[in-house]
């Protein structure tokens, strides 16, 4: 019997599956928590030069907090304080308003920054002083993090197709929570960096382990409900996290909050290894238990099959499954999903606080989620996947390039963008068979790393025209599109278990 029958057979969307659902929803959400963290942490506020050890034979203390910044840093343009330059000497000829600056020498600031803690108390700028010439390591705080999710997925992707979903996932829990509390306590920027790291690596697996985990136990036709709903946790977090950020504006503290929710996931040594992935593997015995769990739970233990042997337990699989077979190799070179991050991160807000921008760009991937909710068991995976990645694409070239209306492609790139993102979890584990599904999600979720590692990069290319990025990005998602175009449908289709499942079978809708 296929596993897919057997589960009908003792509902597969019953109690079992919600409590499942249940159980690896709520440590997801430390998922955008974490995700968009440096949004948070690594912000930098207005600051200039600290001039409070400069006396100058007592003359300051005469003069006011105003005065005394008026003779010692320079304005820039814009009227504001300069943030990196001071005066070489107290010009004591601005008290009386005499503006002639020219050949001023100025100086590099010599005793650190006066920061504005109005919006945030403590921040990675305000701890290390990572402004000015240390502005570039303010900014590789994103760059490294995902540096560590990007290789995460391809070892967690292994992992988990080797010794199975639930023991994958409770240590990507205890990594991410251990590192995430070092990297809050962390007393140099080295071991913020190297913690962060660690960090990303960890929660990797908790991205692409817990959605497979989920969907092995569901039946074909909530097969789509439940991809949609477990993406929703990351449209929530988004929201959430400017809330919690309001809250809690000290950086340590933040750091410490977004990953709390992994504490209590720790616990659950309950939550269910993937029978699918048990039987794929040859451990029958234990798939029978959980199987009879599931049953019992459902109220479908009268009428349990039997569990049937469908792959050899000896057999180990790894990356290079994934080209070895024409079928497998196809896939693997059309499963390009990394448009989403590189133009995620690379959107303007919209003349708002920080906070409001975040939650406006969390509530603008409902929408997105909504129509994939309904179209894609019409449409279809791949021309829902197609579509949306085309629409991207057209949509910054059009809007971007021709109208220059920035704002708005950030909001509808944004969306569009996000919509494919939601398909292709639920494709590509759909795509790949059991034995090596983990591996599949794991090289996809590698690729979308690439794109943010890659997308800052690109950003760099306005130097030589101000709309190459765009259009690069443009290229990106409609190549994207193109490619998801020439994958197989896979709406109403039994999971592959095996390679010789995707090699020899010609995929019919069940009816």
Known sequence: MRFDNMLAEINGFGRFQLRTFLLLIIPRLTLPFNFLLNNFITFIPSHHCDIRSQNNGGVF????????????????????????????????????????????PTMPCQNGWIYDTTIFRSTLATEWDLVCDKKKMNRATATIFFVGVMLGSGIFGFLSDRFGRKKTLLLSYMASFIFGIATALSYNFLMFATMRFCTGLGLSGISISSFVLCLEWVEIRHRTTVAVLMSLDWSVGCVILPGV?????????????????????????????????????????????????????????????????????????????????????????????????????????????????????????????????????????????????????????????????????????????????????LYTTELYPTVMRQNGLGYCSFMARVGVAVSPLIMLLEDVWVNLPSFVFSLVALGSGLSASLLPETYNVRLPETIEDVEQTTYCALM
């Open 61 to 104: 203390r005469n003069l006011s907090l105003e005065e005394r910044l008026n003779v010692n840093i320079p304005f820039e343009q814009d009227g504001s304080l300069s943030s990196c330059q001071m005066f070489a000497e107290p010009q004591y000829q601005l008290l009386s308003n005499s503006s002639n600056l020219t050949y001023i």
């Open 245 to 425: 950020a309001y809250l809690i504006n000290d950086w340590r503290f933040l750091t410490a909050a977004v990953i709390s929710p992994l504490f209590p996931a720790m616990l659950c040594w309950w939550l269910p290894e993937s029978a699918r992935w048990l039987m794929s593997n040859g451990k029958t015995d234990d798939a029978h238990f959980y199987l009879s769990r599931c049953a019992t739970v459902n109220g479908r233990e009268d009428v349990l099959s039997t569990v049937i042997l469908v792959e050899d337990e000896n057999r180990k699989y790894s990356y290079l499954d994934l080209v070895k077979t024409p079928k497998m190799r196809r896939r693997a070179l059309l499963s390009v999903a990394f448009a989403y991050y590189g133009i995620s991160l690379n959107i303007s807000g919209f003349g708002v606080n920080i906070y409001l921008t975040q939650f406006i760009y969390g509530v603008i991937e409902i929408p997105a989620k909504g129509f994939v909710f309904f179209t894609v068991d019409k449409i279809g995976r791949r021309w829902n996947q197609a579509g949306m990645l085309i629409l991207t694409g057209l949509l910054i070239f059009i809007f971007n390039l021709l109208i220059n209306s920035v704002k708005t492609v950030g909001a509808l790139g944004k969306m569009f963008s996000e919509g494919s993102f939601t398909i292709v979890f």
